[in-house]
């Protein structure tokens, strides 16, 4: 008991004045000895009540004050790259390895029917915004787009200053923020995206050429960059898809960029550098560790798995080359070619899941993982020549559930009850999540999706469609979705034509209902053409809509 109270002494005067705290130890012990231990049970509850108050007050800080700081959660963003939904166990997979993601679900929220873009670019720039693609003029990754333009409305690459991020009112509110990763919002030139609509699809430099670099290094060009847009600091983040770039062989050289040294020149190199998702998460360990009084938001986007495809070790692939594949899912099922890809894949998802795991024992030591909301997810679907899903259509950059579907957790001890929830969820609700959470009621600028905090608290939400607009070419022509129930309605947008599929009865989207169910289908084309309506949505200059 003696020892209790002294931490309470402790906890209130802090070391503002270790004088008055050494003073009140000193009355404390008189006290026990001239009290029976009755009187002092009697006596004990006003006493600390005193002490608390009194330690508030020598601190400057109210009651009021010390309870809101606490309330306050910290959060940990990861976003995995091309991290297919049933690339992971807690989704299902037999051939992947994950134990640590598989042990924080049971622990969590996890979402069923999780959704992206089918691309990275228009993901992100949804993600970082809270807003639709036709908005910020992101729809692919330039570089993927095919055709001409009378029939697309080629993407832009850099998210304008018009569309803020959520790391402003973050920091505004108070936090402490670091983006750590893979950025992709803002392209090599910049300057060529200013005359709208391009004319013509965007180009980057060849691997390892980065004449860019010094333009990018201006502030003029920092202002698209994290430190630009809210963030504290920046780890790894700028105009790069994947990590080999920095290599003049690209994809083919030793490493690929996730081996060190990883020649990204907004990474500082350290001597002990190994494996890049294992730097990532040390330098978002110290970040934390550099600001554990709270709150912080951590930013941590893995490039990881996306290609090139490295192993993280000779014998995690020899490992996985010998394990049986998984006939539900065809992973790690093929030819040896095939296979041995799809291994050095699996030894990267479980060197990611590892990382995870690394974060989850930090916050554990640390004393912060009650107050920390932990949000994993994924940027679009699996890529194809990494990874392969038999129970969905299509794969990363698809219009069908391949490509759109993506794993998806929230984390929040004592605060998240652990299950399952059936709502479908866009990255669009992230934005708006952040800001409930962070206690942010007067965020005046638009945003397009809904906060997730009343499924976290056990409440429905109220029903509603989730909409993509693709405006240009990539796996499938420019086309519009609407979601909404079991329905998902695809319309091209060149001649209008329609696909309707049950998703309930028919996952993998394998027969169109679209001459069957007309009823159906007109009914989810009137408000899939109300919102591109409402919503003044741009059309290819081919398009043969109104709307």
């Known amino acids: 008991m003696i020892s209790w109270l002294h931490d309470v002494i402790d906890f209130s005067f802090g070391n503002k004045d270790a004088e008055a705290a050494g003073t009140l130890r000193a009355y404390w012990l008189s006290f026990i000895h001239l009290s029976d231990r009755a009187f002092l049970l009697m006596n004990l509850y006003p006493l600390v009540l005193a002490i608390v108050a009194t330690g508030l007050a020598n601190t400057g ?34 051939y992947f390895e994950t134990p640590n993601l598989d042990s924080l679900a049971e622990q969590s929220l996890v979402f069923n029917q999780a959704y992206m873009y089918p691309t990275c670019s228009p993901s992100r720039a949804a993600i970082l915004t809270g807003r639709q693609s036709f908005r910020t003029g992101c729809y692919t990754v330039p570089v993927l787009e095919r055709g001409h333009f009378e029939d697309n409305l080629f993407s832009r690459w850099t998210v304008g200053l018009e569309d803020p991020l959520y790391a402003r009112p973050l920091r505004d509110q108070g936090y402490k923020l670091i983006h750590l990763g893979k950025w992709h919002i803002v392209g090599p030139k910049p300057g060529q995206e200013s005359n709208l609509p391009l004319r013509q699809k965007l180009t980057q430099p060849k691997n390892g050429d980065l004449s860019w670099l010094a333009a990018h290094q201006s502030a003029e060009l920092q202002q698209y960059y994290p430190t630009g847009r809210g963030f504290h600091e920046n780890v790894g983040g700028t105009w790069w898809g994947d990590p080999a770039r920095g290599y003049d062989n690209g994809y083919l050289a030793p490493g690929g960029g996730y081996v060190a040294p990883f020649k990204n020149p907004f990474i500082v190199d350290k001597p002990d550098d190994e494996w890049l998702t ?55 099922m093929g030819p040896l070619k095939k296979k041995r890809e799809v291994a050095a894949y699996a030894t990267m998802v479980k060197s990611l899941d590892e990382n995870v795991g690394r974060i989850a024992d930090y916050l554990d030591k640390a004393g912060l993982r009650d107050n920390t909301v932990m949000i994993i997810t994924s940027d679009n679907g699996f890529n194809g020549l990494q990874s392969r899903n038999d129970n969905l259509r299509g794969a990363k950059g698809y219009v069908y559930e391949g490509g759109l579907r ?96 049950n998703l309930h009865a028919d996952l993998k989207e394998s027969h169109d209902l679209a001459m069957e169910k007309p009823e159906q289908a007109q009914l989810m084309l009137r408000e899939l053409v109300a919102w591109r309506k409402a919503n003044s949505v741009p059309l290819p200059p081919s398009s043969v809509l109104d709307h």
């Open 61 to 94: 800080m109210s009651a009021e004050e010390s309870s809101t700081k606490s309330a306050t959660p910290n959060i940990v963003f990861i976003l995995a790259d091309d991290l297919g939904v049933q690339d992971v166990g807690f989704m299902g997979s037999q």
């Open 278 to 332: 294992d730097r990532l998460t040390s330098d978002a360990i110290d970040f934390m560790d550099r600001h554990k009084e709270g709150p912080f938001f951590i930013n941590l986007h893995y490039y990881a798995p996306h290609r090139p495809s490295v192993p993280r070790s000779e014998e995690a692939l020899a490992h996985f080359l010998s394990k049986e594949g998984d006939p539900v899912t065809g992973q790690g």
């Open 406 to 501: 993506v794993p998806a957790l929230i984390n929040w001890p004592k605060n998240v009850t652990p299950g399952r929830c059936d709502e479908p969820i866009q990255g669009l609700d992230l934005f708006p999540t952040f800001l409930e959470l962070a206690g942010i009621d007067d965020y005046q600028e638009m945003l397009d999706g809904d906060s997730l905090v009343p499924l976290l608290n056990g409440e429905p939400m109220e029903e509603r469609a989730l909409f993509w607009h693709l405006a240009s070419t990539y796996k499938n022509p420019p086309c519009s979705i609407i979601r909404k129930g079991d329905w998902k309605l695809i319309q091209y947008l060149k001649k209008g034509n329609i696909e309707l599929y």
